[in-house]
């Protein structure tokens, strides 16, 4: 069951990028996700150099990233009724004025276009479906389940881009 602690917690997060990806035993779900912050310390630098404009419209900009000072999340549900993971560009181009939900980076959906389609697409269900939505900067992540996650920190984990396995 979540900790409503945990949970403020992760969704207090500016800024988050989904490090990992796992199923662990079949049918269950656990995700590690990272804070990342605006690092003023950081700078951005064009990766076109053709592009002599560009540089300039980035000169004096901060980067978002993880860093050291960032807390990173597990968040593990023993048991899932669907998930999907959309890339982030694609998936925050939808309509989503007619849903419903509470939380920031961490929602949790009374009213969704993913239930919507698990109602009509899916049956056999014993219990209401929950969904949750994790809002990263580098994935959207739904999540269909009869139970809330277990949601801890833990501690940092590197940078490296996302591991599915």
Not at 49 to 71: F, H, K, V, Y
Not at 143 to 153: C, D, G, L
Request: net charge negative.
């Amino acid at each position: 069951m979540a900790d409503r602690l945990e949970l403020d917690s992760l969704d207090s997060a500016e800024y988050l990028y989904l490090r990992e990806l796992s199923e662990p035993r079949d049918n269950s779900l656990r995700l590690v996700v990272q804070e990342a912050v605006v690092n003023p310390a950081g700078s951005i630098r064009s990766s076109r150099p053709e592009l002599p404009e560009l540089e300039e419209i980035l000169t004096g900009g901060s980067p978002i990233e993880s860093t050291d000072a960032c807390r990173s999340f597990e968040l593990t549900w023993k048991c899932y009724v669907a998930y999907l993971v959309t890339e982030e560009c694609v998936g925050s181009c939808g309509q989503d004025a007619d849903e419903i939900y509470t939380g920031k980076l961490f929602r949790i959906y009374t009213k969704s276009h993913f239930l919507e389609h698990l109602s009509r697409d899916t049956g056999g269900h014993t219990e209401a479906i929950l969904h949750y939505k994790l809002t990263c900067l580098n994935h959207l992540i739904d999540v269909a389940a009869y139970t809330p996650p277990e949601v801890k920190q833990i501690l940092p984990v590197s940078s490296n881009p996302t591991r599915i396995q």
